[in-house]
């Protein structure tokens, strides 16, 4: 039941977007279209669980072995960004078109709070194994379906008649906070 609560939470109630503010950068930037957003959800999907792994394992049987911890911050960033480099050769040598779609967007994931927040997360709660990877493939699944949602909502937008000075970013704004309003009624949940 533990593993459950952990995982709704999560991925509804503590979405690293609506309610920790984090990620906004792809969020606004690739939900323009619902195949880079898709793209995008899987691409930081893979990062977050590869590096929440990799962490976990470097901090509990290299760091702290080693009274190492201290060092936590830098191991995490280079994993993070080897990860991103990894998902950045393989979209330009398997999917091109997914790779030029997502742009700049695909090596800001290095820059992306939500990645770093993960990895840490998993250590300052003292997760264990199972724990770390329910929390890992939540909050990916978190990340993924709210820029799915807003990348619908951005599209419909298109067609819509939107005074000029709303138009783009600021009416995105008010349709993600009103997605966090709809989001926090959920919080009752877990």
């Known amino acids: 039941m533990n593993l459950i609560t952990l995982f709704l939470s999560a991925l509804l109630i503590n ?11 792809p969020f606004l ?3 323009r279209n619902k195949s880079s957003a898709i793209g995008m959800s899987f691409a930081v999907m893979f ?8 962490t976990y394992f470097l901090y509990h049987f290299v760091l702290v072995p080693l009274k190492l911890e ?9 994993v993070v960004a080897c990860f991103v480099q990894f998902v950045e050769m393989y979209l330009k040598k398997m999917l091109p078109s997914l790779y030029r779609s997502l742009g ?3 090596p800001l994931i290095t820059t992306n709070c939500v990645v770093l927040y993960v990895c840490l997360g998993n250590i300052s709660a003292n997760y264990n194994f199972i724990e770390m990877l329910v929390y890992s493939i939540a909050v990916p699944l978190g990340f993924a379906l709210i820029l799915i949602i807003f990348s619908n909502i951005r599209e419909r937008m298109e067609n819509a008649k ?6 783009g970013n600021p009416a995105a704004l008010i349709i993600a906070a009103m997605m966090a309003l709809a ?7 877990v």
């Open 47 to 54: 990062v977050i669980l590869g590096s929440s792994i990799l």
């Open 162 to 167: 939107i005074p000029a000075p709303l138009r």
């Open 104 to 106: 700049i967007y695909l």
């Open 70 to 78: 201290f060092m936590d911050l830098i191991t995490f960033i280079l």
């Open 29 to 31: 930037g690739v939900s």
């Open 183 to 189: 989001f926090s009624g959920l919080a009752g949940l």
């Open 15 to 25: 979405n690293v977007v609506l309610n920790q503010f984090l990620g906004i950068c």
